[in-house]
């Protein structure tokens, strides 16, 4: 007697694919909108000025961190590599990519950030400083976005 196997009607395979692709770009148009890219990125000593436009969120860092972002700007890996180096060639050699990087809020004080990886049909959203997070998007090409919201209350005129 043989076993009869479970079948999945190939339609509704396909169906199911379809409503996962289609429920991953709704959720990523979501989230789109309310944030906006950043495209002002400047460092001066300690201070980070991130933002679009006229408004950026300035905040103060380690040194360490502010000269690795600064590294980043410039496209340039010492003859030793730091941490944010390390990490960026890890992550390209387990094939895992950085979609992006989002800057999403502040409280108490604080901001916060999250590095959104991908590998194949995974996606991993982690908790990340902003400043490790810049610095790491800057060695992974990857778009940095910022809460549309948190920008307007936090964020300061720069023009």
């Known amino acids: 007697m043989r076993k009869k196997k479970p079948e999945i009607p190939i339609v509704a395979l396909i169906v199911l694919i379809l409503l996962s692709i289609v429920s991953l770009a709704i ?11 950043a495209d002002v990125l400047k460092i001066e000593g300690n201070v980070i000025a991130i933002g679009n436009n006229c408004t950026a969120i300035v905040a103060e860092t380690s040194p360490e961190r502010a000269y690795s972002i600064e590294l980043g700007i410039k496209g340039v ?10 990490f960026a060639q890890v992550l390209k050699s387990f094939n895992l990519t950085l979609e992006h990087v989002t800057i999403d809020s502040f409280n108490d004080g604080v901001y916060y950030a999250n590095l959104h990886l991908r590998s194949g049909n995974k996606v991993l959203k982690l908790d990340a400083k902003p400043s490790d997070s810049i610095a790491l998007a800057l060695r992974m090409n990857s778009t940095i976005y910022i809460n549309k919201t948190m920008l307007q209350e936090v964020g300061r005129n720069i023009c």
Do not use: F, G
């Not at 989230?31 to 890219?37: D, L």
């Open 27 to 37: 959720i990523s148009s979501i989230e789109a909108s309310n944030y906006v890219v």
């Open 77 to 86: 890996i010492e003859k030793r590599p730091n941490t944010h180096d390390i």
